[in-house]
């Protein structure tokens, strides 16, 4: 089965931090750039990062620009955000996707929750 499958997401208090994990099943990463996007409630879904195959360079949304970072692990076919500082506003479901457009994408995960609440 071909799939992406997030993990990592929970509960943190503001100013603290988390890492999400996306793992790839069924086929390789290494093909691909990895979006990470976000959706809260009753608001649009944002792209938050990317990465790309190629040159493994990177892009971040303004709002988390200096607080996440995103890296991957080919060998463990696996791509992580790492997401310090976080605030109340960062509260959504994370998703990784297989680009870094939405639409562009062959392969979603399933989501995972982030809440950050004191």
């Known amino acids: 089965q071909l799939q992406l499958v997030e993990s990592g997401g929970g509960l943190v208090q503001p100013g603290g931090s988390l890492r999400l994990s996306c793992a790839a099943s069924?086929?390789?990463?290494?093909?691909?750039?990895i979006g990470w996007f976000r959706q809260a409630p009753g608001k649009e879904r944002e792209g938050v990062s990317c990465?790309?195959?190629?040159?493994?360079?990177?892009y971040y949304a303004d709002s988390v620009k200096g607080r996440f970072t995103i890296s991957r692990d080919n060998a463990k076919n696996t791509v992580y955000l790492h997401m310090n500082s976080l605030k109340p506003e960062d509260t959504a479901v994370y998703y990784c996707a297989s680009a870094c457009s939405w639409y562009s994408a062959n392969y979603w995960g399933q989501g995972t929750q982030v809440t950050v609440s004191s």
């Open positions: 990465i790309s195959n190629r040159d493994g360079s990177t």
């Open positions: 069924g086929f390789t990463l290494d093909y691909y750039a």
